[in-house]
């Protein structure tokens, strides 16, 4: 084992292990940053370890612990930040710990990579939610979805010359870390690159965060529970396999000088854009039954419509989502078959997907 140290932090979550695993794979040293926090991570890191044993590094820690993160940051080339707090509903309960770990923890990687010698490359997800709830979009619905009227968001999806419109305090926090981020290769000169991402799925992936609604759906349909839907399920995400994702981390380092200072929306494009009721169709065609539905009320900052223009990033890598929707959802579906644990208790298991 040879070659630069990557610290990846929130290394054990679902995007991060599957980062690591990749990583390794190829020979590269890892160090994992992870507070340990979130159902689920024990597995993926137990994982991690069966199948790269002492070649994993794995720090116990929080983003939030200054002394944690330089020490963390010690001897790395790079750096990927995936270590947050993931939902809306959590921000708007308590927005001071929503900051401090998204806005506070990010500033105090940032502040670590600085003062090293050699300072080291540094990749933060961010998120679509930094564009706001898109209510001047004009939509319209259309059988199962909802279309925006402007062709050219239908065609490509949003760019990143979208104004950046905060909405919810985790909106706020991503959005402040974010913003950041960009500044610090202004600044300072740091080769930061910001990936503003739509919704990743793929096997690692519990779907107990909020945003983790491709495999939260799957998995209450597996468990045989009813499925909530916050709105009509009209709502269109763009949805990314997250090897796909982790394809574009690399390219994103191997490229790092030349987009530093750029932010880019990451997701699988028009063409790998679905509606949660569309998601409903396709977990009966796998279950071989529909699922229970419910529908609720629409959730604070809930785009109707988001779909990444991911134009810029191909044309600055060459990168192309490779995996379908299809093709993808059936590959969780799967993995959780053979991976999902035992549900949990019904009052454990309030807060469903709405596409966050």
């Not at 790079?78 to 929503?98: C, E, M």
């Not at 690159?193 to 983790?212: H, N």
């Not at 994103?252 to 569309?278: H, K, M, T, V, Y």
């Not at 609720?296 to 900052?301: A, V, Y």
Request: aromatic share 8%; glycine share 10%; hydrophobic share 40%.
């Amino acid at each position: 084992m040879s070659g630069p140290l990557t610290l990846i932090t929130g290394g054990a979550g679902f995007i991060g292990s599957n980062l690591a695993h990749r990583l390794l794979a190829m020979g590269r040293k890892v160090r994992i940053l992870d507070n340990l926090s979130r159902p689920g991570v024990e597995q993926n890191l137990a994982w991690l370890r069966e199948q790269h044993g002492q070649a994993l590094q794995v720090v116990t820690g929080d983003v939030r612990d200054e002394q944690a993160v330089q020490q963390a940051v010690a001897g790395v080339a790079q750096v990927f930040h995936f270590a947050a707090q993931v939902a809306v509903t959590t921000s708007l309960a308590d927005p001071r710990t929503d900051f401090a770990i998204n806005a506070q923890g990010t500033l105090n990687l940032l502040e670590a990579i600085r003062a090293r010698p050699v300072p080291p490359f540094f990749l933060m997800t961010s998120t679509n939610k930094v564009y706001g709830d898109l209510a001047d979009l004009a939509l319209q619905p259309i059988g199962r979805h909802y279309q925006p009227l402007d062709l050219a968001v239908q065609a490509r999806g949003v760019s990143e010359r979208r104004p950046l419109d905060f909405h919810s305090p985790y909106g706020c926090s991503k959005g402040t870390a974010d913003q950041y981020a960009l500044d610090y290769a202004r600044s300072y000169g740091l080769c930061t690159v910001v990936f503003r991402m739509s919704c990743i799925y793929g096997p690692r992936q519990f779907g107990t965060e909020d945003q983790g609604w491709v495999a939260h759906f799957l998995l209450r349909a597996m468990n045989g529970q009813p499925i909530t839907i916050y709105g009509d399920g009209r709502q269109v995400r763009d949805i990314l396999f997250v090897e796909d994702l982790v394809h574009a981390f690399l390219l994103a380092e191997q490229n790092g000088r030349a987009l530093a200072g750029r932010a880019f929306n990451i997701g699988g494009g028009p063409r790998n854009a679905i509606s949660l009721l569309d998601l409903i169709d396709r977990i009966q065609v796998l279950e071989g039954g529909p699922p229970a539905v419910a529908f609720d009320e629409w959730r604070t900052g809930d785009q109707r419509y988001y779909v990444s223009d991911t134009r810029a990033f191909e044309q600055a890598t060459g990168w192309r989502p490779r995996v379908s929707s299809a093709a993808g959802i059936a590959r969780l579906h799967a993995w959780l078959g053979l991976h999902r644990r035992p549900p949990a208790p019904e009052s454990d298991l309030q807060a469903a997907a709405a596409a966050h």
